[in-house]
């Protein structure tokens, strides 16, 4: 990738904006511009009509859900002191740009970086260049992992190193910060407000020449009254009706909607896996588990393998995914009353009823030293009725500049 | 036709087989091998031995020893090493090596600063700098 220095007109003028936005005004630094998009026409199809995904369109070939575009400006402060700002938009939502991230960096010696403000939030080991389809090889990272969590972003500190041991290298990342926005619930197919705080993450990948091994933790207190409301108390009022008409009582009640409710409770996710590159041969796994503990939220492990070769400047792969729920009623432990236990065990159900999993094939055809040509098929079944087999076909170019 | 085959095969053995040099300030006196090299290039090492800081220069994607030294010495076609700091540049953890526009501009520069390694075609190495390493 060629970093643009500002040098032309137009770029300048850009540039000249981007400094006063991030620096006084008297100081002088070297703007770098660079950036990545997606032009990708994607076709969805499924047994019972509906899109298996938030954001793909049902029944129709669309230009619309998977195309994007970045761009990023770094602004070279002197002695390790940088500021970064990456403006991204897409398709989806109707290419309205945001500042994606927006942060300050002090590389503090040769190992570690210190960063402040918003950048990716590092919930699975590739999630932070999700978006960035020329740093993969699919036309979009296997969805039983790569989910699309509106968590993606996150204001805060973290602390990225890096360590020589002997032939291999250690990066490591630590975090600390929040997120609020809105969150795609399956059981209602609606976004509703959502927040995490007090995130604390960490995660480390140790690389070899041809192999990667890689882990990472990430946990967090559930700001969660909208969903709460707006979701897990609705689908609790029959129940709870039926509850207090045949003797609940009012301290049983409560003590139950503490139990169902997802606000103040945590969420705790895992990621482990590895990665091989060796004589045009590519093995790729990952596994994640997570939870909002002691809530109706089901437990979630879900993994993706791919296998793919390179020839030459093409690289077929082939990866099967799954994404697995697990209920656990453990949560209702001590609930005496049976209609209240029969709904929290039927809201934990509902929470887990989506699984999906399938087989996908992808090309990649590196056409031009800057862009990648992709086409990818997918095969897979949902177990929501709504949605069951289901279909996604796509083709398109993913760039870096 | 047949001797126009012949100069061609003769030119494409030669480009194929063309030596590149990695280059230093000649004071440096760092001891440099293919992985070290490798590591400073991929921007995991960032000073040289000696605790000076590092700045690795590369030659633009169109000049024969760019990609003969990616493919030598990174183990990465363009396209790969492309999408390598894709996954760097656009999540804040590093940039890669400015591109130089020719072999004579990469001399000028590793002559005059201590700190700049960098690659040339050998067959252009002057007295200006010294030579780490050929492949």
Redesign the interface.
């Known amino acids: 990738m060629k970093p643009i220095i500002l040098a032309n007109k137009s770029f300048r003028s850009l540039g000249l904006v981007l400094v006063t936005a991030l620096l006084p005004a008297t100081a002088l630094a070297e703007i770098t511009l660079n950036g990545f998009a997606s032009i990708r026409g994607t076709s969805v199809s499924s047994d019972g009509g509906l899109e298996p995904f938030p954001g793909f369109e049902e029944g129709e070939l669309s230009f619309n859900p998977e195309s994007l575009f970045a761009l990023q400006a770094q602004a070279d402060l002197g002695e390790g002191l940088s500021a970064t700002v990456q403006l991204f938009g897409e398709g989806r939502s109707d290419f309205e740009v945001e500042a994606r991230w927006a942060y300050l960096s002090y590389q503090f010696n040769d190992k570690h970086r210190l960063s402040a403000g918003r950048f990716a939030n590092p919930i699975f080991h590739q999630s932070e260049y999700e978006k960035v389809g020329y740093a993969h090889n699919f036309s979009r990272l296997p969805k039983a992992v790569y989910i699309d969590f509106d968590f993606s972003t996150i204001e805060g500190v973290a602390l990225d190193s890096q360590y020589n041991l002997g032939d291999y290298s250690l990066s490591t990342k630590v975090l600390f910060g929040g997120w609020s926005g809105e969150s795609f619930s399956a059981v209602t197919n609606t976004f509703v407000d959502f927040g995490m705080d007090n995130i604390i993450s960490a995660n480390a990948t140790l690389a070899g020449d041809w192999w990667q091994l890689f882990g990472g933790v990430f946990a967090a207190q559930i700001d969660g009254t909208s969903i709460d409301n707006s979701t897990v108390f609705p689908l609790a009022a029959a129940g709870i009706s039926a509850a207090s008409k045949t003797g609940a009582t009012a301290g049983q009640i409560a003590d139950f909607k503490s139990r169902i409710g997802w606000d103040n409770k945590d969420a705790f996710y895992w990621f482990s896996g590895f990665a091989i590159d060796r004589d045009n041969w590519l093995l790729d796994f990952e596994f994640v588990d997570y939870v909002v503990k002691d809530s109706t939220d089901a437990a979630n492990q879900s993994w993706y393998l791919a296998l793919g070769r390179r020839f030459d400047n093409v690289v077929l792969t082939v990866h099967t995914e799954d994404y697995a729920q697990s209920p656990d009623h453990d949560f209702l432990n001590g609930v005496a009353h049976p209609a209240l236990l029969a709904t929290g065990k039927g809201i934990n159900n509902a929470f887990g009823q989506r699984e999906f999993d399938g087989v996908g094939l992808s090309v990649r055809y590196d056409f031009h030293p800057s862009a990648a040509f992709k086409a990818d098929y997918f095969s897979g079944t949902d177990t929501r009725a709504a949605v069951g087999d289901y279909k996604i076909l796509s083709f398109g170019i993913d760039l870096v500049f | 036709m047949k001797k126009l085959l012949i100069i061609s095969s003769l030119l494409f053995c030669q480009l194929a087989l063309a030596e590149v040099a990695v280059i230093v300030h000649p004071s440096n006196n760092n001891q440099l091998d293919e992985?070290t090299i490798s590591?400073i290039f991929l921007g995991?090492?960032?000073?040289f031995a000696d605790g000076q800081?590092v700045v690795p220069l590369a030659l633009?994607?169109a000049a024969p020893a760019s990609s003969a030294f990616n493919d030598a010495v990174l183990?990465k076609?363009?396209?790969q090493l492309?999408?390598y700091?894709?996954?760097l540049?656009?999540?804040?953890?590093g940039?890669?090596p400015?591109?130089i526009g020719s072999d004579e501009e990469m001399l000028k520069l590793v002559a005059t600063n201590p700190s700049v390694i960098g690659y040339v075609d050998a067959s252009k190495v002057d007295a200006s700098v010294k030579v780490a390493l050929k492949f």
């Open positions: 992985a590591k995991r090492e960032k000073s800081s633009a994607d183990k076609s363009s396209s492309k999408a700091w894709s996954k540049v656009f999540t804040g953890k940039t890669p400015k591109e």
